[in-house]
T-cell receptor
């Protein structure tokens, strides 16, 4: 079974631009979560989608948004990029939104660099 | 949420068993222990999880103490590819993925 696929793998943008990142979950998984990872802050939860609905949102500004499609694929968008948005953005999928039988499976992330 | 404490780094000789400890003394009854690892520039990889019984899969074994206040991840025959940062986290059964908190983990280095 194919794992979580994130595209693109690397991205370089300039301040003020916007960016869209894509995530294809494991087949059959209905929950998709997004995380930001930086050396200083570690892994931080951005938001989670389940059946096309945002279930939870982390403590990030409104410039960060996302959506999920009917096939469970998800995108996240960051508008008006800032230098501090440079990070590894990770997508994770799970069968359900909670429960012990539903561990998260992560993709290899998109490395975003803002100059 | 229960917090976890792990040693910042460990070394292990190739071919030997790597035993990674984790303290979760404030764990509550409905919280599972999960282990992930992250190899440089890749996403975290799920390894194993458990509630109170010992668990084993093709990657590792998880030993949870009877009082559930600590656990040990065992990689039975460590290889160079096991060099990674290992994260021990606790996750409530009745909450979703927003409750996952990864600490600083243990940087495991396998020595040839």
């Amino acid at each position: 079974k194919a794992g979580v696929t994130q595209t693109p793998r690397y991205l370089i943008k300039t301040r003020g631009q916007q960016v869209t990142l894509s995530c294809s979950p494991i087949s059959g998984h209905r929950s998709v979560s997004w995380y930001q990872q930086t050396p200083g802050q570690g892994l931080q939860f951005l938001f989670e989608y389940f059946s096309e609905t945002q279930r939870n949102k982390g403590n990030f500004p409104g410039r960060f948004s996302g959506r999920q499609f009917s096939n469970s694929r998800s995108e996240m968008n960051v508008s008006t990029l800032e230098l501090g948005d440079s990070a590894l953005y990770l997508c994770a999928s799970s069968l359900w939104s909670s429960g012990p039988g539903s561990p998260l499976h992560f993709g290899n992330g998109t490395r975003l660099t803002v100059t | 949420d229960a917090k976890t404490t792990q040693p910042p780094s460990m070394d292990c000789a190739e071919g030997r068993a790597a035993n990674l400890p984790c303290n979760h003394s404030t764990i509550s009854g409905n919280e599972y222990v999960y282990w992930y690892r992250q190899i440089h520039s890749q996403g975290p990889q799920y390894i194993i999880h458990g509630l109170k019984n010992n668990e084993t899969n093709e990657m590792a074994s998880l030993i949870i103490t009877e009082d559930r206040k600590s656990s040990t991840l065992i990689l039975p025959h460590a290889t160079l590819r096991d060099t990674a940062v290992y994260y021990c986290i606790v996750r409530p059964t009745n909450f979703g993925n927003e409750k996952l908190t990864f600490g600083t983990g243990t940087r495991l280095t396998i020595i040839p």
